[in-house]
């Protein structure tokens, strides 16, 4: 099982790679990955397939920025299967009188492993992890443009934030 993960990462990190270097609009920076060596080497301003993906405020944010900048950012995830937690409770046997506490264990544990499958898979292990969901599939990740742009050709991926520390804000 373990096999085959990794050799549907590799064929879609090489289907993501080839994506990247078919296009050709105009760049709008250039420069290094500094990430996890899997991101393309730069993000096309014309290419909006990756943009999709991003909202405005992140996008006028990332506009901001230079290469080596470090952007705070929501990674939303594809949902997990729910039934993977209902089969979880079954195999559990919890299936009792604390039916709720036993759901809400299960599906905590499946969306943190899914989380964090994610990051081993794909964050660069030198990014400050801000936060992982726990009942969401969702993590916040200090990210490059770069990185930006390769998160969002995954198809696990369904959206991508800027992330606001409010209680810096307030404080």
């Not at 289907?15 to 609009?25: F, T, Y």
């Not at 250039?30 to 990756?50: R, V």
């Not at 990051?119 to 990014?127: G, K, S, T």
């Not at 490059?144 to 998160?151: L, S």
Request: with cysteine; net charge negative.
């Amino acid at each position: 099982m373990r096999i085959i993960r990794l050799i549907t990462l590799l064929v879609s990190l090489i289907i993501a790679g080839l994506l990247v270097s078919c296009a050709n609009p105009q760049k709008l920076y250039s420069g290094s990955p500094q990430g996890s060596g899997n991101e393309p080497d730069s993000f096309k301003e014309n290419d909006d397939e990756w943009k999709s993906k991003v909202n405005s405020e992140l996008l006028e944010v990332m506009l901001t920025k230079t290469d080596n900048d470090l952007i705070p950012v929501y990674i939303w995830l594809k949902d997990i299967d729910h039934a993977v937690i209902d089969e979880a409770m079954i195999n559990e046997k919890e299936l009792s009188d604390d039916y709720i506490i036993a759901w809400r264990k299960a599906s905590k544990r499946e969306h943190s492993n899914y989380n964090n499958q994610f990051i081993e898979n794909y964050v660069n292990m030198n990014r400050t992890i801000i936060d992982v969901g726990e009942y969401v599939t969702r993590i916040i990740v200090e990210a490059t443009k770069q990185e930006i742009v390769f998160y969002s050709s995954l198809d696990e991926v369904i959206g991508l934030s800027y992330y606001c520390d409010f209680e810096l804000i307030n404080n």
